[in-house]
């Protein structure tokens, strides 16, 4: 066999492996996506997994989703705690800041609200979870990011439960899944080949 058709054997092994990955990691715990939060039972702590902020400190379209969906399940008696996870401003901008005073204005009582400044990746908003004693919990994220949130939390110990978030539609959606789909093949190798050193 001549070293090109090696090299396409060995490209074509590669590919096939990482999309096995990524399907493992995207589908393992898809069963616990709930469409209808009115079938999803309430649930000590409910977690809002960070995202980006606007220029002016207001959060994006997605973070105002996910906060708003979490609102929602606390309106309706689903949600005890609202765990919000994300950057505390050491890498991008500090979103834990942003997201807390936008859920009192809307009536969250300050004392159902738990924070973690550390969760700079899902792995890490994960891990810290676990490290805290969490044991069951419910996501709050958009549907792109919930197949790899949903497998970190869980194949750490957590009885996790997903709900998607997505109030509208987003102009980036498709690199998102684009990143999200590259993100599951990090998240595996993470939790199955070499865990990170935090931060991570």
Same mark, same amino acid.
Request: with cysteine.
């Given at each position: ?83 919000? #996870? ?35 990746? #899902? ?78």
């Amino acid at each position: 066999m001549d070293f090109k058709r090696q090299l396409i054997i060995i490209g074509a092994a590669g590919i096939f492996a990482a999309v096995l990955v990524i399907a493992d990691v995207q589908f393992r715990y898809a069963d616990r996506i709930i469409g209808d939060p009115n079938r999803l039972s309430a649930s000590d702590m409910t977690m809002v997994l960070g995202a980006s902020v606007k220029s002016d400190g207001t959060p994006s379209d997605a973070l105002a989703d996910r906060l708003q969906t979490a609102l929602d399940l606390y309106r309706q008696g689903k949600a005890k705690t609202i765990l919000l #996870t994300g950057d505390d401003g050491a890498y991008h901008a500090d979103e834990v800041a942003v997201m807390r005073p936008y859920l009192i204005s809307l009536g969250v009582a300050a004392g159902d609200i738990k924070e973690d400044g550390h969760g700079y990746r #899902t792995y890490e908003s994960c891990k810290n979870a676990a490290a805290a004693g969490v044991k069951k919990l419910t996501i709050v994220t958009q549907r792109f990011h919930l197949g790899r949130a949903l497998y970190l939390c869980n194949r750490m110990g957590i009885d996790t439960y997903g709900i998607a978030a997505d109030k509208r539609s987003y102009r980036d959606i498709v690199y998102f899944w684009i990143r999200d789909l590259a993100a599951s093949l990090k998240a595996w190798w993470d939790l199955n080949i070499w865990p990170p050193q935090p931060p991570v």
